[in-house]
């Protein structure tokens, strides 16, 4: 197995696009314009959350297709897109449209399971059919089947003025092989290295077996081999990893109290499994990039990647997301072997 860290190849970040309720399309603007703050600066990915009924991006597609329009080489992505609050054929065309509009920068990452807060939402988005719905890994694979262009219905052809496909329209030919599972478990690894996918691994696994204490590097290490073992690439199956990285060489001193302060409330849930479900969140990490490029070296996961997406803290200011995209780019990347992009 390697022993160092692979070059990084691909460098991508991550944003949730928080809003003022009294003037959201000003939190929208301020997503566009760090996309195209990371263009400029050569990132290879700029990668959107996903929330509903929240001061956050609910519609992050409807985003991407305005970044697509105002950048022209930086990929597009979502991370994730939970699917148990989608119909899977209407999404399909959503993602095919803006992956044309795009030129096929797209990279829908996409996860199953019960929408957050279910009894409270299910008689607003499912009135009528809530107990029948299948929030299973079914669901991505009929969006799976509908990207790839498998027929949708059994009728095609022309009907009076009107000619009909049997497959979801627009068909972005690419598209299918940029779908990307977000997972926290083994079974998640597994299912999405069986079916083709790209595997997207975050700063949340679940703590699986008995074993005490668990390591969080080490747990996201067997999710990302079991997802290779399974996948027709083997190794060359493309990971990327997500952790929130806040680089300081550029920061004030202001924002660096700043940010260990949010780092140092947020560790506590870092030392144990929390909850039911016996979720580990991996530790923010503060400090130079010199500093940061030591410690992901040190990342058992870190090292068998080659591919990031550095997720932005929830609450921070624009300009402080301008300075951290910045060190990023200019101080980070290179530091883990990364080049910008043209």
Do not use: C
């Not at 498998?150 to 627009?170: I, L, M, N």
């Amino acid at each position: 197995m390697p022993s160092i860290s692979r070059p990084l190849r691909k460098l991508g970040f991550l944003t949730i696009g928080l809003f003022d309720e009294a003037d959201p399309r000003r939190g929208h603007e301020s997503t566009l314009e760090i996309i195209e703050l990371g263009e400029r600066l050569g990132f290879d990915s700029a990668w959107l959350r996903h929330r509903h009924l929240q001061y956050g991006i609910s519609s992050p597609v409807a985003v991407l297709a305005a970044a697509s329009q105002r950048t022209s080489r930086i990929e597009l992505g979502t991370a994730v897109i939970p699917l148990g609050w989608e119909n899977p054929l209407r999404l399909a065309e959503d993602l095919a449209t803006v992956d044309l509009l795009s030129g096929g920068r797209v990279n829908p990452g996409v996860s199953v399971g019960p929408p957050m807060h279910y009894e409270q939402v299910r008689d607003a988005l499912y009135p009528d059919t809530a107990d029948a719905e299948d929030f299973s890994y079914e669901r991505v694979r009929r969006l799976l089947d509908f990207v790839r262009g498998k027929s949708a219905t059994d009728f095609s052809g022309v009907e009076g003025f009107e000619v009909f496909s049997d497959r979801v329209q627009p068909h972005s030919p690419g598209l299918g092989r940029r779908l990307w599972y977000g997972g926290g478990s083994l079974g998640s690894a597994r299912w999405a290295g069986e079916h083709g996918m790209n595997f997207l691994v975050s700063s949340v696994v679940k703590a699986e077996g008995a074993e005490e204490p668990h390591d969080f590097a080490e747990i996201q290490l067997s999710h990302i081999r079991a997802f290779r073992a399974a996948h027709p690439d083997g190794e060359d199956a493309r990971v990327s990893q997500g952790l929130v990285v806040i680089p300081t060489d550029s920061a004030s001193p202001e924002q660096r109290a700043k940010y260990e302060e949010y780092a140092a409330k947020r560790t506590p849930r870092t030392a144990s499994p929390q909850g039911p479900a016996r979720l580990m969140f991996a530790p923010d990490i503060v400090g130079t990039s010199a500093e940061i490029a030591e410690r992901l070296h040190a990342h058992a996961a870190f090292r068998e990647v080659d591919e990031v997406a550095f997720a932005l803290p929830f609450t921070f200011e624009h300009e402080d997301y301008v300075q951290i995209l910045t060190d990023m780019a200019t101080k980070l990347g290179p530091a883990l072997g990364w080049r910008p992009g043209a």
